[in-house]
C-alpha cells in the first residue's frame, strides 16, 4: 500500500514536472519583429481582394451605372433565351391512348366456359421378348372378362414372369 | 464628376478597420505564436500559422466590432489553424524537437551540455505528451498558458468548464503514469 503510494506520488510530481515543461514551451518568447512581419504581409495582400469576392466593386458600382444596366439586361437575354430555347425543344406530349372498354353485353366473357382437360395417351409397356405368348394369352383372357387398361395388364405380366 | 458619399464612407471604415487590425496584431500576435509553437514545435510554421490567423481576421474584419472577446477569438482561431496543420502534418521525430528546443530554450547560466540535456528532457515530456489522448492533450497544452482561465480554455475548445477540469485531472493521471512507464523501461 505503501509502495502504491509512493509510486502514485512520484508519479504525479513528475507530472507536474511535465506541466513545468509545457509551461517553459508556453512561455518561449515571440521572435522579434513577428508583429512588422504580420503587418507587413497583411499590407502585401491587395485591398478588399478578400472581402470583394463576392462584392460588386464600390466605385464601378457609382461610376458606370449605364455598364451595370447593360449587364443586368445582358444576363437576363441569355436567360430568357436559354429558357426558351428549353421550352421550344420539348417535343408536344403525346396523347394518352384511349384503351376501349371490353366486356359487358357487347364483348366476350368467359363467364360460360368450361374447361376440358387434355386426355392422355395409354401408355405402352414393352414386355419381354420370352414372354411375349404368355402375355398374349392372359391379354387375351382379359379382353374376354371385359375391357381393362393397357397399364393394368402390363404390369400384371410382369408380376408373373418375375413369379417364375 | 461628383463622387458618392458612399465611397468615402467606405474608405473611412476600410481605415479604421485596417487600424484596428493592426492594434490586434501589436497586442495579441505573441500570444498567438507561442500557443501556435506549443503545438506545433518549430518557429517558422508557428510564425506562418500566426500570419494565417491574422489573414483570416482581414476577410472577416467587418464583423471585428462583434467580437466580445477579441484575445480568446483570435487564440480559437490559430488553435484551429494549427491543429488542422499538426493534422496533415506527419508526425515529428524526437530529435526535431531537441534540436529546434536546444535553439530556442532560454540559456542564462548554463553550459552547452547542460543546455542540451534540458533540451532532450523537454523533449521526452514532450514525446510522452503527444502520448496522451487528444481530448486531454489539448487542455493540457492550453492550461500551460498563465493567462488562459479555465472558462476561456472551454471556450477555445468549444467545451464547459467542467468538462475542462476532468479533462485536466485524467490528462495528469495519465502523463503520470506515461512517464513512470517510461521510467521503468529505462
Redesign the interface.
Known amino acids: 500500500m505503501n509502495m502504491h503510494s509512493e509510486?502514485?506520488a512520484?508519479?504525479?510530481a513528475?507530472?507536474g514536472?511535465?506541466?513545468a515543461?509545457?509551461?517553459?514551451?508556453?512561455?518561449?518568447?515571440?521572435?522579434a519583429g513577428?508583429?512588422d512581419?504580420?503587418?507587413a504581409?497583411?499590407e502585401r495582400?491587395p485591398?478588399?481582394s478578400?472581402?470583394r469576392v463576392l462584392e460588386w466593386p464600390?466605385?464601378s458600382w457609382?461610376r458606370s451605372a449605364l455598364a451595370r444596366g447593360a449587364a443586368a439586361a445582358a444576363i437576363v437575354a441569355v436567360v430568357a433565351g436559354g429558357s426558351w430555347g428549353v421550352y421550344s425543344r420539348v417535343q408536344p406530349r403525346q396523347a394518352p391512348i384511349a384503351i376501349p372498354h371490353v366486356g359487358g353485353a357487347g364483348g366476350f366473357s368467359s363467364a360460360n366456359a368450361v374447361r376440358t382437360p387434355k386426355t392422355l395417351d395409354v401408355p405402352t409397356v414393352m414386355l419381354a421378348a420370352n414372354h411375349k405368348s404368355a402375355a398374349g394369352e392372359k391379354q387375351a383372357d382379359g379382353k374376354k372378362k371385359g375391357p381393362r387398361s393397357g397399364k393394368t395388364v402390363g404390369l400384371q405380366a410382369t408380376a408373373q414372369s418375375s413369379g417364375k | 464628376m461628383e463622387?458618392?458619399p458612399?465611397?468615402f464612407e467606405?474608405e473611412a471604415r476600410?481605415h479604421v478597420e485596417e487600424e484596428a487590425?493592426?492594434a490586434l496584431?501589436?497586442q495579441y500576435?505573441?500570444t498567438l505564436?507561442?500557443?501556435a509553437?506549443?503545438i506545433l514545435?518549430n518557429?517558422s510554421d508557428a510564425?506562418d500559422a500566426?500570419?494565417e490567423t491574422?489573414?483570416r481576421v482581414?476577410?472577416h474584419?467587418?464583423t471585428l466590432g462583434e467580437i466580445r472577446d477579441h484575445r480568446v477569438w483570435l487564440i480559437r482561431i490559430v488553435w484551429n489553424i494549427v491543429l488542422d496543420r499538426k493534422r496533415r502534418a506527419k508526425t515529428r521525430p524526437e530529435t526535431d524537437d531537441v534540436t529546434e528546443?536546444a535553439r530556442?530554450?532560454?540559456a542564462h547560466g548554463l553550459s552547452a551540455e547542460q543546455r542540451a540535456a534540458a533540451a532532450q528532457?523537454?523533449a521526452h515530456?514532450?514525446a510522452?505528451?503527444e502520448q496522451l489522448p487528444a481530448k486531454e492533450r489539448e487542455v493540457?497544452?492550453l492550461?500551460?498558458?498563465?493567462e488562459l482561465s479555465s472558462v476561456e480554455i472551454a471556450s477555445v475548445l468549444g467545451i464547459t468548464e467542467s468538462s475542462v477540469r476532468s479533462r485536466l485531472f485524467r490528462a495528469?493521471?495519465l502523463?503520470?503514469?506515461l512517464?513512470?512507464h517510461e521510467?521503468s523501461l529505462r
Do not use: W
Not at chain 2, 492550461?143 to 498563465?146: I, W
Open positions: 509510486k502514485t512520484r508519479g504525479l513528475e507530472a514536472e511535465a506541466e515543461t509545457l509551461r517553459v514551451i508556453a512561455g518561449l518568447p515571440a521572435p513577428l508583429e512581419r504580420v503587418k504581409r497583411l495582400q485591398a478588399g478578400l472581402a464600390a466605385r457609382v | 463622387i458618392a458612399s465611397v467606405d476600410r487590425l493592426a496584431v501589436d500576435a505573441s505564436y507561442r500557443v509553437f506549443s514545435r518557429a510564425e500566426v500570419q491574422f489573414l482581414l476577410r474584419r467587418e528546443l530556442v530554450l532560454p528532457h523537454h515530456v514532450l510522452c505528451a493540457m497544452l492550461s500551460a498558458f498563465e495528469r493521471n502523463m503520470a503514469d512517464l513512470e521510467r
